[in-house]
């Protein structure tokens, strides 16, 4: 199973400035998920992000405002630029069981703890 | 178009008493269905996946869901609660035929409360 490091687990910012949130782990998978989960709600998928191209961005999240780095098989970062209270949420980083070469099942997904963002 | 449906929001039993929890899907396609669970301050963990196997599915912690195509079901129960069964649990559907774009869809989820 993959062990899934997020940081930071929290954060407090103001409104207009950026927060980049790192997800590491601890072996070389293909496909990255960044997830929201807004107060009382479910979980929203805001992008998949393989290795060596760009980010897949789900309808209402657009790369401008949650720009995702890929640098390799085992780290993604995502930015939440230009905050605003309506960002306030947790981001949550996902990986697919299997690593490169193996076939993407979406059977099971592995989790970060999360990262807790609130924009005053 | 797939959906789930979550059917309490939140409930509360006695420890060591059943726990049910309820979710039914929507989909053209015979779906995967999995519940996942979140502890306070942990990431999600996956419970149990049905994909098309058993219809009685097997899962971590004395789990167990039960695929019922005839009622668009898949329940989640426990015969006996613990305290530490406390937590958020998600049931989620995914078509295994969309291809690498395919997503899951959440339910919004139910607050599992146990009382000593």
């Known amino acids: 199973s993959a062990v899934i490091s997020q940081k930071p687990s929290r954060d407090i910012c103001q409104r207009g400035t950026s927060l980049t949130i790192q997800c590491q782990v601890d072996s070389q998978v293909t496909m990255m998920f960044w997830y929201r989960q807004q107060p009382g709600q479910s979980l929203t998928l805001i992008a998949t992000?393989?290795?060596?191209?760009?980010?897949?961005?789900e309808s209402g999240f657009v790369i401008d405002k949650f720009p995702i780095s890929r640098p390799n098989l085992t780290f993604s970062t995502l930015t939440v630029s230009n905050m605003s209270p309506e960002d306030s949420s947790i981001y949550l980083c996902?990986?697919?069981?299997?690593?490169?070469?193996?076939?993407?099942?979406?059977?099971?997904?592995?989790f970060g703890s999360g990262t807790q963002l609130s924009v005053l | 178009a797939q959906s789930v449906t979550q059917l309490d929001s939140h409930v509360s039993v006695s420890e060591g008493t059943p726990v049910l929890l309820r979710c039914n899907y929507s989909?053209?396609?015979?779906?995967?269905l999995f519940w996942y669970v979140q502890h306070p301050n942990k990431g999600l963990q996956l419970l149990l996946k049905y994909t098309s196997a058993a219809t009685l599915v097997k899962g971590i912690n004395g789990f167990e869901a039960e695929f019922k195509k005839s009622e668009t079901s898949f329940h989640l129960t426990k015969p006996s609660a613990h305290m530490s069964d406390a937590a958020e649990y998600f049931c989620?559907?995914?078509?295994?035929?969309?291809?690498?774009?395919?997503?899951?869809?959440w339910g919004l989820g139910t607050s599992l409360a146990v009382n000593p």
């Open positions: 989909s053209s396609y015979s779906p995967s």
């Open positions: 989620v559907v995914s078509d295994p035929y969309a291809g690498n774009n395919r997503k899951l869809i």
């Open positions: 996902s990986v697919e069981e299997g690593g490169p070469g193996t076939a993407a099942t979406n059977e099971k997904l592995f």
């Open positions: 992000a393989n290795q060596g191209s760009e980010a897949t961005y």
